[in-house]
């Protein structure tokens, strides 16, 4: 069974459009993440939720809008796609406030805009 | 403030020669380190862990890495590289202390060169 598992795996689409991603955890933590890596590979916080809860949104676009049904699930959805925005997109969930707090990673979504 | 600061982005080795990939790390806490692996167009991979048990961590596929308080550093080793090596390496930390950030490294990008 895969723990983090995001869709689509990869996605191809056109500026302008508005696209999700899904993703979701099996292994019973409370805090999930999206992460961008951009094309030097270099990883990025974007957002996290504790508990369905808001706690981290750095510095993103307001076209990026994540969304959590519940602690199992964190969504992305981004409006008004631009070609800045092609990238890698990991999903990542951990228990947070836990020995060994390793955070676990989807497989990544690639993201191309043309 | 955490910071991790890897201090080689490319690193080339011989196959059977030692491996070693740099990592100064900044935390005002105590910090979790981990080291992932990033394949090409593949997701992270967990390779080993420091959480403020044994200094010497140990990990996967024969790699291990070293916590250093006084240098503030956790470098990571391996005694014989081999091909399937060639990859991505991140340096991470977390805190705890309330943020709830896993902070990324810029990668080191390992070449074995047969």
């Known amino acids: 069974d895969t723990a983090v598992s995001q869709t689509p795996k990869y996605l191809v689409t056109q500026m302008g459009n508005d696209k999700s991603i899904k993703c979701e955890q099996n292994?019973?933590?409370?805090?999930m993440y999206w992460y961008k890596q951009d094309s030097k590979k270099f990883l990025k916080i974007m957002f996290s939720y504790n508990n369905k809860e808001l706690i981290i949104n750095e510095t993103v676009p307001n076209r990026f809008s994540p969304k959590s049904p519940d602690k199992a699930h964190l969504n992305l959805h981004i409006n008004s796609l631009e070609l800045g925005d092609s990238a890698v997109y990991f999903c990542?969930?951990?228990?947070?406030?836990?020995?060994?707090?390793?955070?676990?990673f989807g497989e990544g979504s690639w993201l191309t805009v043309v | 403030a955490q910071s991790v600061t890897q201090l080689d982005s490319h690193v080339s080795v011989s196959e059977g020669t030692p491996v070693l990939l740099r990592c100064n790390y900044s935390?005002?806490?105590?910090?979790?380190l981990f080291w992932y692996v990033q394949h090409p167009n593949k997701g992270l991979q967990l390779l080993l862990k420091y959480t403020s048990a044994a200094t010497l961590v140990k990990g996967i596929n024969g790699f291990e890495a070293e916590f250093k308080k006084s240098e503030t550093s956790f470098h990571l080793t391996k005694p014989s590289a081999h091909m399937s090596d060639a990859a991505e390496y991140f340096c991470?930390?977390?805190?705890?202390?309330?943020?709830?950030?896993?902070?990324f490294g810029t990668g080191t990008r390992l070449k074995v060169l047969a």
């Open positions: 991470v930390v977390s805190d705890q202390s309330g943020t709830y950030k896993y902070i």
């Open positions: 935390s005002s806490y105590s910090p979790s």
């Open positions: 990542a969930s951990s228990q947070w406030r836990s020995t060994g707090n390793t955070i676990y």
């Open positions: 292994l019973g933590h409370d805090t």
